[in-house]
């Protein structure tokens, strides 16, 4: 028998660089194209962090050449602020050094392990040290760092250091060698590029392909979003050891500074009830908490009125770039549905604030067959590998979509249908399932929330189906009425040789609606919108008509003088009246709408009884409830269903 | 703007272990479920590393008790070596520490992290410490620690230590406090802990679960696995900065000694051959290898002949419990088909030798409409979690299964089809994904030998349907002359008050085969056979016909006389003369086979024109070509499919 002696020996400890240094799979880099997109991947996603906090337009260039075989020299120069000196051995030579682990809002890294990680790869399958050459504005001079990581010290062993003079005012530049493949498609350089350039509209981004091609993603808007600010933890879903560990490290000198200091949304008034109700010296020291005070803490929390988190502290994609976002791999697929894209409020996991949104686009010449495909986004940077692993592809998983009308085997799994979703999480912190940042943790919390999204976009498809179903038949009687049935008419009588008939009174018989349809007409960003409403009742209508159009798109010119637009709700109203048989023709136009995107109006109708209306719904809140009593009934039960879901 | 020096003020460095406290979900710990499931996991996986290391056979006892709302205790005590003292802050207080993490043979644990997580989750959520009782052999008496880790330092903090008196040799015994939420079902305490039993058969289990139930997992086997050896990197798959990194910590003074010292399977002669090669003084200080050094190596050991990797190192599971294990998830369904277990050989992947085996059963009462089950193990660990990131998923999903006679969209996804398949990888270093160890990364040379694997078990089934096919055909004619022809034969002769003709002509006209089929019967782990052969040609054969036997499956008592046993090829051989229209009985009995799993022998003939044969397959080798050359030509068809795909 080996003895317990024997086996401690054997123990030892390892630093966090040799763990890697065994582990690179961890950090992405297990497979020669995979790594290759890490390595762009990690650079890039720093430069757009310094730049954003430095609040420069980011200019990024990245170089791939390919030395023979499978060696690569990977080059990626940025315009931000540079590193000074004495960080650049820190920032690239040591695992787990950083500025973001306790800063709270919201950025593209957040570990201090990415870029280490491109170095320890670069240095394994190389041998050979990554160059850095970085000038602040602060110095004259730029300095030139080779170096490697001494894994088993985890900090930088320096080759050589040169000071030389650049033209530019600041910038950094990062220079690798490394074993790699270069591909395309879906999981590629040129894919993370594109859908990177999408979300950082406001970044440009120049890419030397292996053949020496050159693209280039220039960018669409000089506005630097507004940089997200810090935020404290927000009391929500922290754990009795994060209150203590808090506490124990707070430089706050009271209990209630320390609550109203350490906490979002814990206002000093806040601080003091916690106090009373736990009983606590609001004057004591916090790092002498107990673990039964902690927990009373805790509990009070949840008692007491918190206000939500606040975004501030996030930097979400919006409503225009998700759809660009869609737009950009939908090729030549032609969708004739544009879902209106959902944005969550903000909600909590781990005392993290997040927010999730997603986007959908469905139906025309997208492959009814396949999968939908899935894009999935954290804080701005698109997520090409390990989806199976990830929280966005489980919550698409988890929904029964066979109710939204796509072919799902059991009601679980990834649905078939011509469609593609695309979500967004953005947090201060976002929970990835490994270093390598390529999925998102199953946690419960996000989960439930990119469901919430998924099923406010998934109705949108349902009553686009619904009504396209509705408008199908509708149509069948409609070409009866105004083309058979006139003919036969006209024909009969002409045979009969008597007058033609009367055919109103058939017409409204048969028909019995008021029909409203639209003509779209696009020119570059503008969109004109003709509206035809008939009365194919025996009766006059009159009647309000309204419709609901995008937010924030401003509405101008030629709209019909008889309609009032309501810029505040963004959504035109006319007052319509209509005798029987007659048609009226409304106009209106839209501008700044993103080529391609604006698929259909919203219409609802105030004052007539919706099941005369083809076209329209009723304006919510408007109809007695009898009338509608089918229509609501069916949604509850869906609505029920849902619920069960969650 | 904000400089970079004001940038640089926010860069610290943190510990490995504060790094874990804000990123739990890495640790696997990112639901209240899954958190108690991993902690039950770690635990026990410890206790059979340490039980299989110092050679005792493991008695593993798991409590869980609900201490109201989310509260959990858990204890895992077990009667391994236990820690001696001054190990016991290190092993539960510091991440990275561990004494795998260099052996380089198979173990459950091998990063150093999965304990310290569970410490770290049961602080932060429950506030408590652990107590950690080890008694050693070598001890008078045993150490009870309380602790905590304190997690700037990446350290233990002891609360309270006592040496106290305890009746047992030897062992160890952890108990946290921590939230959790038990659950049953796929993912589950209880099928982590049967799916560990079945591949530790020498283990056992006790589970007391929340509700005071207790479970007990009994050994089925005294017998101990022979521990596997340690072993050193195979030059095989490695970079230029692992040679240059061994070459700079090796304590070998001269290159030779390095070179054999340092790597599996290179001898001295091999060493002084790749001096040679290289042109390097076989005397030089390998740390003053240079990269042109290091690479030159690498070139010379690919083109030197070594020897593959052997799998001393590695502890297969078995094809006698990888049966077992699908017969544990198969519940009521009663598989047609058991294929036989496919063991790979032993291959490379950076250095690191692995093993890839796999069984599978299909048919039967399995569900036919749903996706195929895939039970996944690595390191005899069986894995739960993130299927979707796993290579065995993708390897599983990358394959065109439809040519096996399963339902798949497009040729990709998982398969549906009554059929579940395990898989094991084995490895001196298993490339998982994250520190959780849940899923396999998708190293290619890994998912290339599952693949291997699933392709032989995917053919067998192949076989089985068309053999089924074939059979079911057959059968139609075989009940026609068995059944129906002599009826109609004896009733027409009796109308018509004449003789009953001879039918010999005719029944050997239709059937025009020797049909070869058994009865199995079972009884405990005995199971007897039935073969009947009978001759429906017009002619009397001679041949000899083989049963090819499992494996090890010791062939005793009453096999016919006129046969021979061949135990080293299991197989059984008869030499068969039969008379048109004649039948034959023959008989044997296989022993230790595992209840419910053997399904049907594969029997081979000689000596006869295989088209003639139904029930028994051409013996490989025997046959002239052109008889067989359909039967080939489409093989070697499916062959090149299969060849492309990989």
Known sequence: MVIAEELAKKQRAISIAQFFEKNKQILGFDSLQKSLIMAVKESVDNSLDACEEAEILPEIEVVLKNLGKDEYYLSVEDNGPGIIRKEIPKIFGQFLYGSKFFSMQQARGQQGIGISAVVLYSQITSGKPITVTSKTKESDVAYQIKMFIDTKENRAAIVSEDVIIVSKEHGLKIEFYMKGKYVKGKQSIIEYLKNSAIVNPYAKIKFTDPDGSVIIFDRVTDKIPVPPKETKPHPMGLEVGDILELAKNTKHKTLTSFLSGEFSKVSNKI??????????????????????DAKNILESFKQTKLLPPSSESLSPIGENLIKKGLKNVLGSYKPSFYAIPVSRKPAIYHGNVFIVEAGMVYGGDLPKEEQVSIMRFANKVPLLYQAGACAITKAVS???????????????????????VLVHVASTKVPFTSESKEAIAEVPEIIDEIKLALRDLARQIRTFLTKKEIKAKLSEKFFLVQEILPQIALKSANILNKPVPKLEPIITQIMNVVWIDEDIEESKDTVKVTVRVSNFTAEEKKFKLYADLPEGKVLEGSVDSDCKIDSENDSIEWEISIKSLEQKVLKFTLSNVISGTYKESTYYVEGINPVYVVGAEPLPGDWNIEDLKAIIADDNEMEEDENDEL
């Not at 601080?271 to 039964?292: F, H, N, Q, Y």
């Open 271 to 292: 601080a003091v009830e916690i106090c009373t109700m736990t009983k606590l010296d609001p004057g004591m020291d916090p790092s002498a908490l107990k673990l039964v």
């Open 398 to 420: 988890d929904m029964d979509w066979r109710k939204y009308g796509f072919e799902q085997k059991s009601g679980a799994g990834i649905p078939s249908g011509p469609a593609i």
